[in-house]
């Protein structure tokens, strides 16, 4: 069993849609990331969070710790929104765990 | 730019080659990191450096050691090349409290 689950999968939604990827994790942690890898393969760093919610422009990131859930939205999603979306968690042992990630296709 | 710097950006390797990866970061960060990607996987944690000086084992260090020259530099080594070590290698780096930043990955092939 993987400490950390993303879904969905695969997403593919509507330019302008509100798009939302969720994270589940087992594990006790310290943070929890959002990253952003682009079909080039580079890899963004969104967010860092260990409690509430955090916003940046159209990207809202949401932590739940006593249910280990996190949430990604997007709103007014845009083609250059297209890319796969991980989320990572830092155990409070100084372990790293991530998820498989979410493609998220955007079509205009 | 300030940043992540990695290098080589593509490398193929004979099995049983050595080589070294070689990563840099201008933003006086303090931890640096080493993950591959594999297809279906996700990022695994390869070595870390929590502070010049200091290295640690992540989740698949088998096969690999890493140097934390000075606060700027990590670099990863691969003594003797297996086509299992074939994958797209990613330096990053953070300060805590402070997300990550990631190189542009280095794409090894082992033949």
């Known amino acids: 069993k993987n400490e950390v689950e993303q879904s969905p999968q695969n997403l593919t939604a509507q330019e302008g849609e509100f798009i939302t990827i969720n994270c589940s994790y087992s594990v006790g942690i310290s943070a929890l990331h959002w990253l952003q890898q682009h079909p080039g393969g580079g890899i963004v760093s969104l967010f860092m969070l260990s409690s509430g919610k955090k916003k940046h422009g159209r990207l809202i990131a949401t932590i739940n710790i006593q249910e280990k859930h996190s949430s990604l939205h997007i709103t007014a999603s845009h083609p250059r929104d297209s890319a796969v979306y991980i989320c990572a968690v830092r155990g409070t042992g100084n372990q790293f765990y991530f998820g498989t990630g979410t493609s998220l296709t955007v079509i205009p | 730019n300030a940043g992540v710097t990695q290098t080589p950006k593509f490398q193929v390797l004979k099995t049983g080659q050595s080589m070294t990866l070689q990563c840099a970061q201008d933003m006086n960060h303090n931890s640096m990191y080493w993950y591959r990607q594999d297809p279906g996987m996700g990022l695994r944690l390869i070595y870390y450096?929590?502070?010049?000086?200091?290295?640690d084992k992540g989740e698949v260090p088998n096969g690999y050691n890493v140097s934390r020259l000075n606060k700027r530099e990590f670099s990863l080594r691969l003594e003797s090349a297996a086509p299992s070590q074939t994958s797209v290698y990613f330096c990053?780096?953070?300060?805590?409290?402070?997300?990550?930043?990631f190189g542009s990955g280095t794409r090894l092939t082992v033949v």
């Open positions: 990053a780096s953070s300060l805590t409290g402070v997300g990550y930043t």
């Open positions: 450096s929590a502070s010049e000086g200091t290295t």
